[in-house]
């Protein structure tokens, strides 16, 4: 048996105006997900707990079958997996955003989504000028990077889980006054992005990207601390292997705390730009390797926080005719299957943010009795018996 899971990022959202009181997924042109809710079930999940913050991470590891009240500790280590940085016991890492902050006001999260050559000559001047051997500005891929903070021996650990940072994505075109890092280690946090400023006032990078008419990035913002989860392999929870193919290192993360082969896809930018159809072919190609094949979009997520409905759209007919679709038809020619097709929170373009709330989801394949419903939205989905309150517990469920 194979197994198929396709992640669009935060499609889930609310009715818009704008397209007739339709959410995005109504209005999109998605025949094959469509096709899947046919030929399966439609149904819903709530994946993050109130008590949890409404992230990719909390809602990531519970689509992939972890319960996060359990496993999760914050969204930086998961990304520090991705890099293959080691955490010790009192090791932490912390999220570092390169952000466009003037007046006070978030107005961009991603400096312009800075390229990571730019996003690396700055980190290495933050190292230079603020970091030192125990705390290391580790650059990533454009705007998203990270700080590990390394205690020494009888050195306090910074942080504690009582530390509290916003995510900047929640800010966009907000003020940040009230939004800098608070908590124990918190005035460590936000001396560190103070000092940011200044010093990428006159920085090089900057210079070069106003001269072009681009966003600056004004300052590093830190959020998303936590130390290393310790996580069951999927191979020992579930009994299967697995690949995630994503341009995302919050997944690639995931991917290799669970033990998952991670695929790298030339093209796959993480943006709306990404390259879906060569993201379907590499999916394509790992259902020779292993049982389960997880695709992780994030264009609908950006979208989403760009405020832009009509992206929104494009972006989901795109992966229903590059991914879905070619992903369908190979998987009819293999024999016994199964296909997943679920976003891990909603995004929605009201708020441009992350939110908690329920999903709808789709599956259908080998075992999977038909229901009477046609088409993969959330209205279809919220008159559905099929629910799981308890987001991680779908995964038993799609396995079998």
Known sequence: MKYVIVIPDGCADEPQESLGGRTPLEAAHVPNMDA?????????????????PAGSDVANLSLLGYNPLEHFTGRAPLEAAAQGIPLAADDWA????????????????????????????LLATAQEKLGGPRMQFVPGVSYRNLLIMRPGPGEPVPFSNDTRATPPHD???????????RGPGGALLVQLMTDSVELFADHPVNKA?????????????????????????????????????????????????VGWKRIEVPGAT????????????????ALDDVDVVCVHVEATDEASHEGRCDAKIKALEEIDSKIVGPLLAELKKRGDFRILISPDHPTPL??????HGIVPL?????????DSATTYDEVTAAASPVAFDEGYKMMSYFLG
């Open 209 to 257: 990207r106003k001269a072009a008419g681009k966003l600056p990035a004004t300052n590093i913002w830190l959020w998303g601390q936590g130390r290393a989860p310790a996580l069951q392999s999927f191979q020992e929870k579930y009994g299967k292997t697995g690949a995630m193919i994503t341009a995302v290192d919050l997944l690639r993360g995931l991917a290799a705390l």
């Open 362 to 370: 789709a599956i259908c394949g080998a075992g999977i009795k038909p």
């Open 171 to 181: 800010l966009t075109d907000k003020s940040v006054l009230d939004d800098y890092p």
């Open 350 to 355: 009201r708020t441009k943010t992350h939110s």
């Open 94 to 121: 912390v999220r570092c955003n390169l952000v466009t902050v003037e007046d006070q006001t978030m107005k961009s999260f991603t400096a312009g989504h800075i390229s990571t050559e730019e996003a690396t000559s």
């Open 36 to 52: 899947v809710v046919a030929a399966g079930i439609v149904g819903r999940a709530n994946n993050v707990p109130l008590s949890l």
């Open 270 to 285: 993480g943006y709306l730009d990404t390259d879906y159809a060569a993201k379907g072919r590499y999916a394509i190609e």
